[in-house]
């Protein structure tokens, strides 16, 4: 029995995550996700696919990252109305990604005088097809064809995705977590894997381990205190907005910093923090014993969710020291943009980066040490200090990478490195042959092979 593999999105780049899996009865995709990072790639989420979105039996979904999902409603627009898959909480986080991306997109597509991605008959065509399975649980495509999804530890919901086919097995990582996280239980390892498909965001890379990046952010805060300065913190909505106000409440409730107001300033972030807490199942054993011991794990003194655009503008007039975190990650849009114009050309106040830049976005840009950025049509000054956390990142980093494939070396034919920056790829793919002995491959977007199962 063959299985052909196409690259069709997450090749050459760490975004766009879209893989298809052909048999000879079935096709089915992993992850339909959009490419993120520069203007070019808005061209490059209109292209049509290189497959029949019609031809597609089954949609299996990672997590609700936009560069996993994003381009879901569009493959809807292009006909496709298989079954889409997920598990329960990426479903509810999904319902409200989409809402939010559709806001942006039609509020950008009037500006621009062009025409949205897709509409909000798609989003809710999409959600109609759209069922859930636990960890664990065996979906079944044909007689020889199963999928089950494993914890990927990455965020909320967040899964691998195991392809049984005839006597051999594939495993798609989507985005593999950082573990241990403060939150969520640890990264599954799965055994008797075949062929294994996994990301490379870190490939090149090493985090902080946990203490020191609670250190580097206890430092920072105190700090923004001490100068009475405003401690800017882009932030992505799902996972980092959740794991960022844990760590603050144990620093407030330890008495390690002082109680100064705290914004999140995201009304996509509040939203899923309200998922987070539907699933405390999900959590791993210490946190949910400090939900059971009375705990509210996302609230603490002078923390105020601005959901409202009117409270939002009011962050202006509170004196600080303060700290605000806001959308979107990478500074390319969202409400963190308003107070980096403000804040940005003063050198008592600090920019955190605590997730992954993409080349192109104004995050990396300022990352990289640029004096200057654009936001609004304005050059603003970047005088402020800029402050990095890596160990904050969900993704691991190039040693827990390895690790991961070592853990299941001794069944693995072939490795195939995608979802990053080619340099981290490649990278990564080196160390899985010279430390591992495995046969490692970067394979290029809208490049196929054919595997034996």
Known sequence: MKAKITFAGGAGGPTGSNFLFETTGKKILIDCG???????????????FSYDPISIDALFVTHAH???????PFLVKNGFRGKIYSTPPTRDIVELTFADAISIME????????????????????LSLWGTAEYGEKISISNDLNIVFHDAGHVLGSAMVEVKYGAKKMLFTGDLGNSPSPLLKDTEYVKGIDYLLMESVYGDREHEDL?????????????????????????????????????I??????????????????PLGIKITEVYKKYK?????????????GDDIFKFPRLKFTEDVQDSKAIRSVPPPKIV???SGMSSGGRILHHEKDYLPNPNNTLLLIGYQAVGTPGRLIQDGQKQVKIYGEMVDVNARIAVINGYSAHRDTNGL????????????KVFVVMGEMKASSFLSQRIHDYLGLKAFVPKKGESVELEF
């Not at 993120?36 to 209109?46: F, R, V």
């Not at 936009?66 to 879901?72: A, C, F, P, S």
């Not at 991961?404 to 070396?409: D, R």
């Open 34 to 48: 959009m490419t993120q990072g520069g203007e070019e790639d808005e061209a490059t989420n209109k292209l049509p």
């Open 66 to 72: 936009l560069d996993h999902i994003g381009r879901i």
């Open 107 to 126: 509020h950008d597509a009037e500006k621009k005088q062009t025409e949205p991605l897709y509409g909000r008959e798609d989003v809710a065509e999409a």
């Open 211 to 247: 203490a020191e990046r609670r250190n580097l952010l206890e430092n920072i805060i105190k700090e923004t205190i001490q100068k009475k300065g405003v401690l800017m913190v882009p932030i992505f909505s799902l996972e980092r907005t959740q794991v960022l106000l844990y760590e």
């Open 249 to 266: 409440n144990n620093m407030v409730e330890d008495g390690k910093i002082a109680e100064i107001p705290v914004f999140l300033d995201s």
């Open 281 to 293: 199942s999900y959590f791993n054993a210490a946190t949910q014993a400090e939900i059971k011991g």
């Open 325 to 327: 975190v806001a959308g």
């Open 402 to 413: 390895l690790e991961f494939v070592e853990a299941m070396k001794d069944d693995v034919q």
